[in-house]
């Protein structure tokens, strides 16, 4: 099924009209077409998209559009974060030289929660 069918499906775009059994798409189409496009390109999901779509106001004065572009920035900036510990990661270890990752004083504790402030580790 095309990407477009599907869309049409789950009510992200309008079926298309048919003219002599052919579809035929309104410049709208293709306006709803650009924003799943720069939708998908910000992190939102198709649901989170057609969430957006439904509502009356489309702008940022509404209030449903607004509360999902905060929580999606909400979310963005916690993926950029794990991302960034990603790259530090990966940096650390090709510039490490170890022969062991495993055993590198660089990395060691990495990926193993941090205690919390005013916890004592390994005292039970």
Do not use: H
Not at 40 to 51: K, N, P, S, V
Not at 62 to 82: G, H, I, P, S
């Amino acid at each position: 099924m095309s990407a477009i069918r599907y869309y049409e499906r789950i009510g992200l775009l309008s079926p298309a009209g048919r003219v002599s059994g052919r579809r035929r798409y309104t410049a709208d189409s293709i306006t709803s077409l650009l924003l799943i496009r720069l939708g998908q390109t910000a992190g939102f999901t198709l649901a989170e998209l057609r969430i957006l779509r439904m509502s009356d106001g489309g702008g940022p004065g509404d209030t449903q559009w607004e509360a999902v572009f905060r929580q999606k920035l909400r979310t963005n900036a916690t993926d950029l974060e794990r991302l960034q510990r990603a790259q530090r990661l990966l940096r650390t270890a090709l510039a490490c030289g170890c022969s062991d990752l495993a055993t590198c004083p660089d990395l060691q504790g990495v990926g193993r929660s941090r205690p919390k402030r005013g916890s004592r580790s390994g005292n039970a």
